[in-house]
């Protein structure tokens, strides 16, 4: 038993400074995201209103007033994934197909608040075994607090981007929708 032991211990110390290196490349993440939240968050309300305006009073007969509405050289990806459905209204496989776009590219926005809400705690708690904790509790302490600071940034931002990415989804299922009752009439 102790022989295993023995191997755990030294998988754990051999590991020990990967973890921390890791740890601090995931903590520059979480800065450069968290930085990044906040110039994303004003695009996304700018767009939600832009497309809030457009789609007011919509109908499946004022769908070509729609695309007069909406900025043709935005680069919000629910104004980019509009104004493509518009354009295709006439093939239902690639109006489905743009909606489907656009729900891999939310995905791939939540990659990085996904990896740092999972992998912040996994790593600060991974420091080695009780008696290297006992020995170096400072360090221990330490990669906890900034894996669970890492954690805590993936999670919100997470939170926040999943809301704006279905309040989007919504609108451009809606568009679809109508677009649908209109080529059934």
């Known amino acids: 038993m102790n022989y295993i032991s023995d191997i755990l211990f030294w998988i754990s110390t051999g590991l020990l400074i990967p973890v921390i290196v890791l740890l601090i490349l995931l903590f520059g993440r979480a800065l450069l995201l968290i930085g990044s939240f906040f110039g994303q968050y004003l695009s996304v309300r700018k767009a939600q209103a832009t497309v809030n305006a457009a789609l007011k009073d919509l109908t499946p007969e004022s769908l070509d007033a729609v695309a007069e509405k909406l900025p043709h050289n935005s680069t919000a990806p629910v104004i980019c994934s509009l104004l493509a459905i518009l354009e295709h209204r006439d093939q239902p496989a690639e109006v489905q197909r743009l909606i489907s776009d656009y729900e891999l590219l939310m995905e791939k926005e939540l990659n990085a608040p996904k990896t ?6 996994m790593l600060g708690l991974s420091t080695g075994d009780i008696a290297g904790m006992a020995y170096n509790m400072q360090v221990a302490f330490a990669t906890t607090v900034v894996g669970l600071f890492a954690a805590a940034i993936g999670v919100i931002t997470q939170q926040a981007k999943r809301r704006w990415f279905m309040y989007d989804l ?5 568009v679809a929708d109508l677009i649908h ?3 059934e009439k």
């Open 116 to 121: 740092l809400a999972k992998m912040g705690p």
């Open 170 to 174: 919504t609108r451009l299922e809606y």
């Open 181 to 183: 009752q209109k080529s």
